[in-house]
């Protein structure tokens, strides 16, 4: 049996969120994307180029490497395993091929 103290709290009606509250919540929840969409429309303001089929691909690929290192550390944070030493490594391979690049005109042996 429910005594009636606690009916009375399970009975009380819940309070409902205003409009402007609703509104406020769903702006803070994709403050991301709204960025995200004004810079693009300030840099085609300012670039009439900036939005052609070869800028977006150049773009995407940029991205993709950020997005997979994202991805990666995501996984890492998420078992458990806060690990700092993975940007270091992803640096690491970053300047090898950077570096061997460079030199690759001189003797092989002076790449590493």
Do not use: E, Y
């Not at 399970?10 to 929840?29: C, E, F, H, I, Y």
């Not at 991205?63 to 890492?76: C, E, H, K, R």
């Not at 061997?100 to 590493?112: D, E, F, G, N, V």
């Amino acid at each position: 049996m429910i005594s009636r103290t606690a009916q009375a709290v399970v009975d009380l009606p819940q309070p409902r969120a205003s409009k402007g509250a609703a509104l406020t919540l769903l702006v803070l929840k994709l403050r991301t994307f709204i960025a995200l969409i004004l810079v693009v429309a300030f840099f085609s303001v300012l670039a009439p180029n900036f939005l052609s089929l070869g800028n977006v691909i150049i773009m995407s690929k940029h991205v993709a490497i950020n997005a997979f290192l994202a991805i990666g550390m995501t996984f890492v944070i998420l078992t458990g395993g806060i690990d700092l030493s993975v940007g270091s490594i992803v640096a690491w391979w970053a300047w090898s091929p950077a570096g061997s690049s460079s030199t690759a005109s001189r003797s092989p042996c002076l790449a590493w």
